[in-house]
């Protein structure tokens, strides 16, 4: 399930230009104690293995450790003053080389690339070497990493990503304990103001987020989240794999790659300590739409497309008929039904190519609005000009064939938030200035739906009409 970031690092590495990382080695117990731990929660204990510098950001690799829980592995980037949001990014499958675990070195040794490859799934539960199926794997080095947070780095966000290491085996519990892990360190941290918390997953991570944000003390429970492609409901993928594949019509070999692909998911969720059946109404119970009901207090806006192929958005769209009122929604409509036989395993969030930067800038601009405090006079969010063209121009195609559009003029209202300004990540080369982000939005609108809309009155008119008729 894991997306496929390594343009996204290209990219911001390449066209921002920053320096390479500067490493000082240290192994030591960190300065940044809690600060407000509840003793009946338990305290956490957090090993400073590591720290550098990316660009004007500092960061420490840290270990924590608490009791209950596996050791939980963090990036942290402190913001720079201030009582200032956190932001919590899980990473669910980067493969780290600073923990100091054997584990992840003997796994590093097996590649050194960000680009995921598939292995054997030696530590993954039950493993048995004639019927368990690959994993993919891929390298996430401290600079990669933190190429992905720059855009909260750039507003003085204080992130902490957490890598949930799947390919070290544990169940589907242990990765939303780390995630709770990590959310409580953050809230815990100087300069951070806990009751501004985000926190952000696609995929497995997705289901991290929204999971966690559910269970989550109040104390440290986030005020905003975004969940691209989430499993969001367990049972229902399990479902997929013993059930609705096998009776869709589609024919055995694609039945049996479609298996293949989830039983080291299904090992680890089987693996938990809710002993989960293989199909059971019953042992889903805390994992599964219905416990979030009455659970999940945290806004969410949730990313999906119609064609994704391994998270069928019919979960996403159950999930945002079951709490209305927590789930925001952008759905990459297409005007034909998904082809499971001919599809590839994907998402399908970064084709065509402009998807990967527009959902970004859609989940920038959701968080940042709403975790930075009202009196934040003006805030960056990256885009980039041209795909935000085709970006717009595939909400006019679809528009066109009959889809719903009102979700998408929701996300672009978030762009016109007055305090925006957006950023163009390849500005050096292709010369396009720094712009407010709800002038941005109506220049595009008066482009292409031929009205005479401008920043001022561009949101305003969204709210009311919704994008323009066609």
């Given at each position: 399930m894991p997306l496929r970031r390594r343009n996204l690092f290209a990219?911001?590495?390449?066209?921002?230009g920053f320096p390479l990382l500067v490493f000082t080695n240290a192994c030591q117990e960190s300065s940044m104690a809690p600060e407000n731990t509840d003793a009946s929660d338990g305290e956490i204990t957090v090993q400073e293995l590591s720290s550098g510098t990316y660009s004007i950001w500092s960061y420490k690799l840290l270990k924590l450790s608490k009791s209950g829980y596996?050791?939980?592995?963090?990036?942290?980037?402190?913001p720079t003053s201030g009582a200032r949001p956190g932001l919590l990014y899980t990473m669910p499958y980067g493969g780290i080389t600073w923990s100091q675990n054997t584990l992840d070195n003997t796994w590093a040794a097996r590649t050194s690339s960000s680009t995921p490859a598939f292995f054997s799934d030696l530590n993954g539960p039950n493993y048995n070497a004639s019927t368990s199926k690959q994993i993919s794997y891929y390298r996430v080095t401290p600079d990669l990493g933190s190429a992905l947070v720059i855009p909260?780095?750039?507003?003085?966000?204080?992130?902490a990503i957490s890598y949930g290491r799947f390919y070290s085996g544990g169940s589907i519990e242990n990765d939303l304990?780390?995630?709770l892990l990590a959310l409580e360190f953050l809230s815990q941290q100087t300069n951070i103001d806990s009751t501004r918390l985000g926190i952000y997953g696609a995929s497995l991570g997705g289901f991290q987020a929204i999971y966690a944000a559910a269970a989550?003390?109040?104390?440290y429970r986030p005020l905003a989240g975004v969940a691209q492609s989430p499993l969001s409901d367990v049972e229902k993928f399990v479902r997929n794999d013993k059930e609705t594949f096998p009776a869709s019509g589609l024919s055995a070999g694609k039945v049996a790659t479609y298996h293949d692909f989830?039983?080291?998911?299904?090992?680890?969720?089987?693996q938990t300590a809710l002993t989960l059946p293989s199909v059971s109404t019953a042992?889903?119970?805390?994992?599964?739409?219905s416990f979030l009901v009455n659970k999940l207090k945290t806004p969410f806006l949730v990313i999906h497309d119609e064609w994704d192929s391994i998270i069928p958005i019919s979960h996403s769209q159950s999930l945002g008929s079951l709490v209305p009122s927590m789930i925001s929604k952008f759905?990459?409509?297409?005007?034909?039904?998904?082809?499971l036989e001919a599809s590839s395993f994907t998402h399908n969030l970064d084709n065509p190519a402009w998807k990967t930067w527009a959902t970004n800038m859609l989940a920038e601009s959701y968080l940042l609005g709403r975790i930075l405090p009202a009196s934040t006079v003006s805030y960056y969010v990256y885009y980039s000009y041209s795909d935000m063209d085709d970006f717009m121009i595939s909400l006019y195609t679809q528009q066109g064939a009959g889809k719903n559009m009102a979700a998408a003029a929701e996300r672009l209202m978030d762009l016109c938030d007055s305090r925006i300004i957006l950023v163009d990540y390849n500005s050096a080369s292709n010369g396009i200035p720094n712009a407010a982000g709800r002038d941005v939005v109506a220049a595009f609108l008066n482009s292409y739906w031929n009205t005479s809309l401008t920043g001022v009155n561009v949101k305003s008119y969204l709210q009311a009409n919704g994008l323009p008729p066609h």
């Open positions: 990219l911001i590495i390449l066209t921002l596996d050791d939980t592995y963090v990036q942290y980037f402190p909260y780095l750039m507003n003085n966000v204080g992130v304990k780390d995630t989550a003390n109040a104390r989830y039983e080291p998911y299904i090992r680890r969720i089987l042992g889903y119970t805390n994992i599964k739409q759905w990459y409509t297409q005007t034909t039904a998904i082809n």
